[in-house]
């Protein structure tokens, strides 16, 4: 005689997809006979996924505004800016507009200037940076030679790249340590957020 258990089989485990992905599932199936130490089911989905591509947004590059505290650029900024105004041909509404944008622009680039994109990390050196570029012209090699180079190179740069990131950490932290002994907790926020 069946045991009550045996009598009464229900269905528990699933596998929850969306159905914006339902045409993505090839095959789905339980095991019943897989040897689990639980009273559920083995269930196994066989997928194709298909990533999004991730478009990279172009690097804007700010102006270098701190220049314009210095007293003898901030002169010459007012000035030239000063002088777009005699210098534009009057016409429509819009196209004075255009014409004193462009001209802040030029005076702007000019005299200010962009600035340079900064490394993340900030303890790579351009020893590191050259030891890169050294490791990318032997990636791709096929021959022995070049893979044996191109492994070397990356232990070097792994090397290289751990001291620098130590060195970094222990100067922040010892700049952190002097700012709290200082009283400074100010200081000891802003270099815990350039540190994570």
């Known amino acids: 005689m069946k045991e009550e258990i045996d009598l009464?089989?229900?269905?528990?485990?699933?596998?929850?997809?969306?159905?914006h992905f339902r045409n993505q599932i090839k095959d789905c199936r339980s095991y019943p006979s897989a040897d689990l130490c639980s009273d559920h089911n083995l269930v196994l989905m066989k997928s194709s996924l298909r990533f999004k591509r991730v478009k990279k947004k172009p690097v804007k590059l700010k102006w270098e505004l701190e220049k314009l505290k210095t007293e003898v650029l901030a002169k010459r900024y007012a000035h030239e800016t000063d002088n777009i105004a005699t210098i534009f041909q009057r016409g429509g509404v819009n196209e004075d507009w255009d014409q004193i944008k462009s001209g802040i622009y030029k005076v702007a680039q000019k005299i200010v200037g962009r600035t340079e994109p900064k490394n993340k990390r900030k303890w790579i050196t351009a020893?590191?940076?050259?030891?890169?570029?050294?490791?990318?012209?032997?990636?791709?090699?096929?021959?022995?030679?070049?893979?044996?180079?191109?492994?070397r190179l990356r232990n070097l740069f792994?090397?290289?790249?751990?001291?620098?990131?130590?060195?970094?950490?222990?100067?922040?932290c010892r700049e952190v340590e002097e700012n709290i002994q200082n009283g400074r907790t100010d200081l000891v926020y802003r270099t815990?957020?350039?540190?994570?």
Request: aromatic content about 8%; hydrophobic content about 35%; overall charge neutral.
């Open 192 to 196: 815990a957020n350039q540190i994570f």
């Open 8 to 19: 009464w089989r229900q269905q528990i485990d699933y596998i929850l997809v969306k159905a």
């Open 158 to 172: 792994n090397r290289e790249a751990r001291k620098a990131k130590e060195n970094f950490l222990e100067e922040m």
């Open 127 to 151: 020893d590191i940076i050259e030891c890169i570029e050294n490791r990318r012209l032997y990636k791709n090699s096929t021959d022995e030679q070049g893979k044996a180079e191109c492994r």
